[in-house]
Nanobody
Framework: VQLQAFGGGLVQAGEFLKLSCVVS??????MAWYRRSPGKRGELVAQ???????NYAAAVKGRFTISRNNAKRTMYLEMNGLRLEDTAVYYC?????????????WGQGTQVTVSS
């Protein structure tokens, strides 16, 4: 399984950005977006099950929307009302189970920079 994330960029505070993560290889289960800022620990931003059940970090709830299109094998993160503190490298993550084993996959990360 390979994940490729893209869509990051430089935006001003309050603007919108949409990230995408394309999956290739085996089908995956739960997918998620994580982020890491310099000097901070990585954190879960949002996750989504195969059936579309979602979960969000408190810091982004109401501003970010995670979704997936299983037919296109793509996960998205729509980020509204971006804040300076949203600046980070965003990573997509996916899980897969096979024969009782769990596998964890990561994309390469895409930089999101929010300026004032």
């Amino acid at each position: 399984v390979q994940l490729q994330a893209f869509g990051g960029g430089l935006v001003q505070a309050g603007e919108f950005l949409k990230l995408s993560c394309v999956v290739s290889g085996f089908s995956v289960g739960v997918m998620a977006w994580y982020r890491r800022s310099p000097g901070k620990r990585g954190e879960l931003v949002a996750q989504i099950t195969n059936g579309g059940k979602t979960n969000y970090a408190a810091a982004v709830k109401g501003r970010f929307t995670i979704s997936r299109n299983n037919a296109k094998r793509t996960m998205y993160l729509e980020m509204n009302g971006l804040r300076l503190e949203d600046t980070a490298v965003y990573y997509c993550n996916a899980e897969r189970s096979s024969n009782g084993e769990w596998y964890d996959y990561w994309g390469q990360g895409t930089q999101v920079t929010v300026s004032s």
